[in-house]
């Protein structure tokens, strides 16, 4: 069964402050992973999309990386701000048209 | 916002009652989607239509009886709920639910939060 695990579940960090999220997955075959932010009360917006051939990419504030090799994707966020409080969610694309979600890191931006 | 817009927002029923969550994409889009989100679980795909075509039923219990009469346009009606039913509905749309990367990006609504009592 193709899984998507994530961690840490939930994380504090102070504002101006850097953190990574990881994203590790079983997926196969493989397409392409998303990273999408769920701002409370709303759904999720896709921030980046990374396919097999790309290790890095960024969006603003936001840095995914990806390692096909390992099954593994990160999630950077530098310069925090308090927007930035959300529901993290990484999602992975296998080889048919089918997603596999994870369960989401809640990051917590406080002043 | 995303272009997709779901009705009610907020939504509190019993367990006899039926209701009905509306889902409505404003995109031009051909592939719609119901998700359920639980607390701390990863979303769960519900159905898929494509071209108001049923294309996946993910084993959902016949309690949600989804509809799709066009396109643009997409209805999960509910009854009977049990309370561990209470969850996020999230509905999406996508330009199409096959193909490349471009055409399967996923645009979400902002979801009915639905509480059975």
């Known amino acids: 069964k193709n899984q998507v695990e994530q961690s840490p579940q939930s994380l504090i960090i102070l504002e101006g402050k850097n953190c990574t999220l990881q994203?590790?997955?079983?997926?196969?075959?493989?397409?392409?992973l998303r990273w999408y932010k769920q701002d409370t009360g709303r759904g999720p917006v896709s921030l980046t999309i990374m396919t097999f051939s790309e290790n890095t990419k960024s969006n603003g504030r936001y840095t995914a990386t990806l390692d096909a090799d390992t099954k593994q994707s990160s999630l950077h966020i530098t310069a925090s701000q308090l927007s930035d409080s959300a529901s993290y969610i990484c999602?992975?694309?296998?080889?048919?048209?089918?997603?596999?979600f994870g369960a989401g890191t809640t990051v917590t931006v406080r002043a | 916002e995303t272009g997709v817009t779901q009705t009610p927002r907020h939504l509190v029923m019993g367990m006899t009652n039926k209701k009905s969550l509306k889902c409505e994409q404003h995109?031009?889009?051909?592939?719609m989607y119901w998700y359920k989100q639980s607390a701390k679980k990863p979303l769960e795909l519900m159905f898929v239509?494509?071209?108001?075509?049923?294309?996946e039923n993910n084993s959902v219990p016949s309690r949600f009886s989804p509809e799709c009469p066009n396109s643009s346009h997409l209805f999960l009606h509910l009854h009977t709920l049990q309370p561990e039913d209470s969850a996020l509905y999230l509905c999406?749309?996508?330009?199409?639910?096959?193909?490349?990367?471009?055409?399967?990006?996923?645009?979400f609504g902002p979801g009915t939060r639905l509480t059975v009592t």
């Open positions: 999406a749309s996508s330009p199409s639910a096959f193909g490349g990367e471009g055409a399967y990006e996923q645009y």
């Open positions: 995109l031009g889009h051909n592939a």
């Open positions: 999602v992975v694309r296998g080889g048919d048209y089918k997603l596999s």
């Open positions: 994203c590790n997955y079983t997926v196969s075959p493989f397409s392409n």
């Open positions: 239509y494509s071209l108001e075509e049923r294309v």
